[in-house]
Nanobody, 126 residues
Framework: VQLVESGGGWVQPGESLTLSCAAS????????MSWVRQAPGKGPEWVSA????????AEADSVRGRFTISRVNDENTLHLQMNNLQPDDTAVYYC????????????????????WGQGTQVTVSS
């Protein structure tokens, strides 16, 4: 079972990035998925989650209206479109798989998930 994130980088405030997460080793379409981020010196923060079918999603207050989660089950991929990025969005971003099928997890703690990717760094600065 593996999750591999990509798409991070350095951007200026107000710019956009799209993160991707490639899943393998499990039936991706059976699981809700989450994005979690961790800024330097801070604990993990839940960012967004999407249900198994891709028909419902939720975002943290800090990113609502700027970030959009999506998935393509036929391609086993999860995405996070991030618009109007701000310095406070600087963090390592992880995709994460819950332990149970067909649930959505709104939690940033490590124990809430059984599989994490290696993370992708997003840096927002001028």
């Amino acid at each position: 079972v593996q999750l591999v994130e990509s798409g991070g980088g350095w951007v200026q405030p107000g710019e956009s990035l799209t993160l991707s997460c490639a899943a393998s080793g499990f039936t991706f379409s059976n699981y809700g998925m989450s994005w979690v981020r961790q800024a330097p010196g801070k604990g993990p923060e839940w960012v967004s989650a999407i249900n198994a079918g891709g028909t419902y999603s939720a975002e943290a207050d800090s990113v609502r209206g700027r970030f959009t989660i999506s998935r393509v089950n036929d391609e086993n991929t999860l995405h996070l479109q991030m618009n109007n990025l701000q310095p406070d969005d600087t963090a390592v971003y992880y995709c994460a798989k819950p332990r149970s099928m067909r649930i959505m997890v709104y939690d940033g703690s490590r124990s809430a998930y059984d599989v994490w990717g290696q993370g992708t760094q997003v840096t927002v600065s001028s």
